[in-house]
């Protein structure tokens, strides 16, 4: 038998479905399993003790600032290698919209990318050494 989800049915009945997932999971795996509703869940993440939980799943990321206090300079790309980047889906959709200049939007997209990536390196660098 296929499994069923709350999702798949309406909201009134999500509490029937999760209970009997409940005592299913009870009979099959000998499991005691407390459902909480979404109020349960907040004030269980609210509490300090859930800190780190909350921070790791349900915060975003937030910048780093350079140890040194100063922004670094963004690099400029030579022309002959910003070619290799015209196969890029986001030129090629400027392209089709009809956009014909896109140095400058091309720019302010690869380094918005390189500020997500190293935003991103910079949570997983910072959240490992936490651990």
Do not use: C
């Amino acid at each position: 038998m296929d499994p069923v989800y709350p999702l798949q049915h309406g909201w009134a009945d999500h509490e029937v479905v999760w209970d009997k997932w409940k005592r299913t999971q009870k009979r099959e795996h000998n499991l005691v399993i407390d459902l909480w509703d979404e109020t349960q869940l907040t004030v269980r993440l609210r509490a300090p003790e859930a800190d780190q939980v909350r921070r790791a799943y349900y915060e975003l990321p937030t910048a780093v600032p350079p140890a040194d206090g100063e922004a670094r300079p963004v690099l400029e790309v030579d022309e002959d290698k910003a070619v290799a980047f015209d196969s890029a889906l986001f030129v090629r959709q400027m392209r089709e919209a009809g956009h014909l200049e896109l140095d400058g939007a091309r720019r302010q997209f690869f380094n918005a990318d390189l500020v997500a990536r190293e935003i991103a390196h910079n949570y997983l660098f910072l959240s490992r050494g936490s651990e």
